[in-house]
Nanobody, 122 residues
């Protein structure tokens, strides 16, 4: 029901935009989040957005470099990533939470996409 896309190989300092398209149901009333998981590490929070888009929250490691947004008419959430670093390399997952307010832990989210790989070369 959630399909993440937009990952790829990019040089350090470059930019990518990830998309998360929902199908089968509308997620306009749900908070949405992005998480990532690097090899050998636990899944970690990246960014989240409230149901209306009026509230956003970022991990300290990406604050000022990443921007989360959503288009409820298109049932899609975006993660604009800039000034990418090698430590941003991971599989990125989008997730939906059955609440209008965002959360910052994986256990707070109820629906998950399949992930898209972002590789940043130094």
């Amino acid at each position: 029901q959630l399909q993440a896309s937009g990952g790829g190989l990019v040089q350090a300092g470059g930019s990518l935009r990830l998309s998360c398209a929902a199908s089968g149901r509308t997620f306009s009333g749900y908070a949405m989040g992005w998480f990532r998981q690097a090899p050998g590490k636990e899944r970690e929070f990246v960014a989240a957005i409230s149901w209306s888009g009026g509230g956003t929250y970022y991990a300290d490691s990406v604050k000022g470099r990443f921007t989360i947004s959503r288009d409820n008419a298109k049932n899609t959430v975006y993660l604009q990533m800039a000034s990418l670093k090698s430590e941003d390399t991971a599989v990125y997952y989008c997730a939906a939470r059955s609440s209008r307010l965002y959360g910052a832990t994986p256990s707070e989210y109820h629906y998950w996409g399949q992930g898209t790989l972002v590789t940043v070369s130094s």
